[in-house]
């Protein structure tokens, strides 16, 4: 990690996430570096806030200023937001019946998926080093545009809480959350109509994602331990892709890795809690391969859609429970892992480095990655970089590809950066 930034929060932060825009205006370096925070409080005075980076020169010099973030806008969340994510980039140049064009969107789950605009003026003024602007906060503004529940509920905020959301990067107006009451409920963010909710596991849906590059197949993870399959197109079945073992359970009363199962959910037996998937996210570059892990568990499980039932790799190399994991979009493959142990993790997963391994054989066929072969062994433990925080890291976040920045007479080299939630500290590394 060649670079770091710094930002001290006024409150604890979970959730986290980096603009995937640069917002109105000709794009500046500083443009890039928006993050949108989430406090974690015990209470019903949470927040969420938008922060910039507040000098140029931060990016290249360590002693530059004493901040080097600023906070851009700040509103009231009432309970903590469980996730954060701004518009997908294709969100820009969407058709939306009631948003200026000079605004971007955030969500947030909780007791609810709210839809904020965050609208910009801009500004900047002249600092008291020569040659240099910090961004003002004047002007910018978080504004709630809508609150969205259980489809089925007469208000729209007296539904089960929710545990996370996805949100479309092809069709924009479209988020699927996932629900505490056992439901993923796909909604149209633009009408604020839900276009269908369906039972997906037997207890907690506990995270969801849709497939890149489709508007209609998603999976979800759960506290039953199964990470399940869905088709908007027919969703009189499901398919389960991978169950945790239950140690008690015979062989007849676990679902066969691949089942399609009639209804959303299905039978299964009663797992114990430390079994629970906790996380699910597929790799933008190869939708074939997903990242999850277990709730208190140390290790990763990297799966192939193409053979469902065990993992393709497990990695470990944490000495403590992992809380958070993203995939790069630049570099194909690379997977970031962080937890209790106060360390971030990056792991090479492309295609070659399986290969090389003997994890993965050539498919020769049309598919990008080869397939798993099931004969090899499917452990790595050991990251090719790692970095090693001052205290145990909550949550993770990718920026998108950042070209590269001239600063005075030095330059930032393109590529992307990561933000590390931990406690009140936000830590910006560059990748």
């Not at 980076?53 to 530059?64: G, I, P, Y």
């Not at 503004?141 to 729209?156: D, E, N, T, V």
């Not at 993790?345 to 994890?359: F, G, H, K, V």
Request: net charge negative; glycine share 6%.
């Amino acid at each position: 990690m060649s670079h770091t930034l710094t930002y001290e929060a006024p409150w604890p932060v979970y959730a986290l996430d980096w603009c995937k825009t640069t917002g109105p205006g000709t794009p500046r370096g500083r443009s890039y570096f928006r993050i949108a925070l989430a406090s974690f409080t015990e209470d019903y005075r949470n927040r969420i806030s938008v922060i910039g980076l507040a000098d140029e020169r931060a990016l290249t010099d360590d002693e530059a200023t004493a901040d080097d973030f600023v906070q851009l806008a700040q509103t009231m969340h009432g309970y903590p937001a469980t996730k954060l994510q701004w518009q997908p980039a294709s969100a820009a140049a969407y058709g939306w019946s009631s948003k200026s064009a000079q605004s971007e969107l955030l969500a947030t789950s909780g007791d609810c998926l709210r839809v904020w605009e965050y609208s910009t003026d801009n500004s900047v003024q002249k600092d008291n080093y020569v040659g240099s602007t910090r961004l003002l906060a004047n002007g910018n503004k978080i504004a709630q545009k809508i609150a969205l529940s259980g489809a089925k509920q007469s208000h729209p905020t007296s539904g089960a809480p929710l545990t996370s959301f996805s949100w479309n990067s092809l069709a924009p107006s479209m988020i699927v959350t996932a629900s505490i009451d056992t439901t993923c409920t796909v909604w149209d963010i633009n009408t604020s109509q839900a276009i269908t909710q369906l039972i997906a596991h037997d207890r907690e849906v506990y995270d969801v994602a849709w497939l890149p590059g489709s508007t209609d197949i998603f999976v979800s993870v759960g506290a039953d331990g199964s990470l399940r399959a869905f088709d908007l197109r027919n969703l009189d079945h499901s398919t389960i892709l991978y169950e945790t073992p239950a140690p008690s359970a015979s062989a007849s009363t676990v679902s066969a890795p691949g089942t399609v199962v009639s209804g959303a959910s299905s039978p299964s037996v009663h797992r114990p809690p430390a079994s629970a998937l906790l996380r699910i996210a597929f790799n933008p570059a190869d939708s074939n391969y997903m990242a999850t892990f277990h709730v208190e568990s140390s290790s990763v499980q990297v799966l192939d859609m193409r053979s469902p039932g065990q993992p393709v790799v497990e990695l470990k190399a944490h000495a403590a429970q992992i809380n958070a994991l993203g995939w790069s979009v630049a570099e194909a493959g690379m997977l970031a892992t962080a937890g209790d142990d106060c360390q971030l993790l990056m792991w090479d997963l492309s295609p070659s480095a399986l290969s090389a391994r003997n994890i993965a054989q050539p498919s020769g066929g049309r598919l990008s990655s080869p397939r798993p072969d099931p004969k090899q062994r499917r452990v790595i433990q050991e990251p090719i970089l790692s970095y090693a925080s001052q205290g145990e890291i909550n949550n993770i976040a990718w920026s998108a590809p950042i070209p590269q920045i001239t600063v005075g007479n030095s330059g930032v080299s393109p590529g992307e950066w990561l933000a590390l939630a931990m406690g009140r500290t936000i830590k910006v590394l560059k990748a």
